[in-house]
């Protein structure tokens, strides 16, 4: 199994920036899709952004695009989410999630692995 643990999550008004991490461990991380998932209070849980494990191909939902890079380091085994010119409906429990498919896909239920979330709250 694969655990991952999420962090970076916190408090800002809108329009600043937040830098989210997730590192994996016990697991091989460097050929394993990567994506992060939202879900605000009474909400389902909603992809954000997607990246493969060669960082040649990314996703993002349309909310988030143009202010929201994801990225990874193989090498330390994070995946990062940049996240720009936030805004109050970004307010959710962000989780990181993996699979071992080389290919983004938004539906929860196709992800193996799952941290336990970090919140960010962004107020007006």
């Known amino acids: 199994q694969v655990q991952l643990v999420e962090s970076g999550g916190g408090l800002v008004q809108a329009g600043g920036s937040l830098r989210l991490s997730c590192t994996a461990y016990?697991?091989?991380?460097?050929?394993?899709?990567m994506a992060w998932f939202r879900q605000a209070p009474g909400k389902e849980r909603e992809f954000v952004a997607g990246?493969?494990?060669?960082?040649?191909?990314?996703a993002y939902t349309n909310s988030v695009k143009n202010r929201f890079t994801i990225s990874r380091d193989n090498g330390k085994n994070t995946v990062y989410l940049q996240m720009n010119n936030l805004k109050p409906e970004d307010t959710a429990v962000y989780h990181c999630?993996?699979?071992?498919?080389?290919?983004?896909?938004?539906?929860?239920?196709?992800?193996?692995?799952w941290g336990q979330g970090t919140q960010v709250t962004v107020s007006s």
């Open positions: 999630a993996a699979k071992d498919r080389s290919i983004v896909t938004m539906l929860p239920s196709e992800y193996t692995y």
């Open positions: 016990g697991g091989i991380f460097s050929r394993y899709t």
């Open positions: 990246i493969v494990w060669s960082s040649t191909h990314t």
